[in-house]
Each structure stands twice: as structure tokens, then as C-alpha cells.
């Protein structure tokens, strides 16, 4: 494999991972001329998908795809026998559709399932590169490709992740204004406290030396009291 188309699937599978929560092992949908290809090239499919993806794969085909592949005659009945050892994933077609519909059915708007799309029909690549969540294979010159992530796709999801960090921002910095109103207000009660505090030592304050004033007095009036019973007394 050329370093070049290694760093470049590489990209494009850690892309889907990351936008589109693809996992391991990852599901390989696949059509019949897909399967006619590999033969023509003699190649190992399992073997190279897993090599091309750095990961464990699932070959799955439908019963469509299948029933394809057996009707076409003779010249497909080796592609149409490799079909037969796959898994095959529940489409839901009781009469057999033609397998581009029968693919653009089961992965819907939004490939809820993840499923990679290994096809040699350039039709249907274009319509799954639309909904821009399909990873797209193809063989080339005997070998496999992962086509390389549409750019309205990166864009797409670039645009979201930098919303979800501005969210994420505006949140923290309503969340910092809160905790500031909140140190304010604490402050303000604090002061408040503080305030009543020192009025409560005022009254306390003035208490205590209307006391001591009381005390005086008392002590003049009986110093007087003293002085005019001595003069009574004289
Ligand atoms: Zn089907």
C-alpha cells in the first residue's frame, strides 16, 4: 500500500469515527459487482479490507444483492457463491429490489447502522456521497479505495464542532458572570453583616455608658441625699 493512500484512508476512517461514531469492527455492505471485481482481481476480501482499514471488518451483502448475483447466469456464479458465504443483514425486501435501491433503503438518511458501502456502480456512490455519512469503497486497478471525505462533509461538521465550542464558551463565561453576581452578592450580605455588626456594638456601646451615666447620676443623687440629711442634721 502507498504511504500517500495510507495516510489518506487513515484520515477518512479516524473522520468517521470521530463524526460519526463508527466502531469496530466495522460493517462492510456489499454488492455484487463488488464481489465480481475482487474475483476478477483474485483478491483475499476479507484479508485486504481489514489490512486497508487497520481494523476488523463484517463482509455483509442483502438478500437482494444475492438473488442478483444468481440470476445473472453462469459468468457470475463464482462472485454469486461468495455472496452466498456472507453474512447477510435483514433488508426487509420480500420481493427482490434492484440492489442500488435496496442499499439506499437500508442505510436511510442517516446510516444509523454505519455501514461502510464497498461498490463498483458510480451511480450509486454519487447518491451516497450526498448524504455525506456513508464511507464509500471501490477497486481500482486491483486494489481497494476509500474515496476520500467529501468536502461539504468536513465543512459540514468543522462548522459544528466550532458552534458546540462557542456553546461550550458562552456557557462558561454566563457561568463565570453567575459565579461573579453570586461572590458580589455574598460580598454585599457580608458587608451588610458586617454593617449591622458595628451598629450592634454602637447600641451596645451606648448602653453600657447610659449605664455608667445612670450610675453616676445615682451616685450624685445619693451624695446629695448624704448631704442634705447632714445638713438636716446640723
Ligand atoms: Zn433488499
Known sequence: MRIKRRK???????????AFHFRPPFKILI???F???SLDYR????EQ????????VILLTTSCAYHELRNLGDKFSGASLNAKRMQQTYCGHQKPKQVSDCFLDL??????KHFFVASQDIVLRQKLRKLGCVPLLYIQKGQIFLEKIPKFVSQKKTNEAQNVFFDKTNQNENLNQNQNQN????QNQNL???????????QNLNQKENKKKLKRIKRKKRKLDWEIIDLDLK
Open 49 to 56: 479490507l481489514t489490512n486497508l482499514l487497520n481494523s476488523s
Open 8 to 18: 489518506i484512508t487513515k484520515k477518512t476512517v479516524t473522520f468517521f469515527q470521530v
Open 35 to 37: 464481489i465480481y471485481a
Open 31 to 33: 454488492d455484487g459487482n
Open 183 to 186: 461572590q458580589n452578592l455574598n
Open 107 to 112: 442505510i436511510g438518511k442517516n446510516n444509523k
Open 43 to 46: 483478491m483475499n476480501l476479507k
Open 192 to 202: 451588610n453583616q458586617n454593617q449591622n455588626q458595628n451598629q450592634n456594638q454602637n
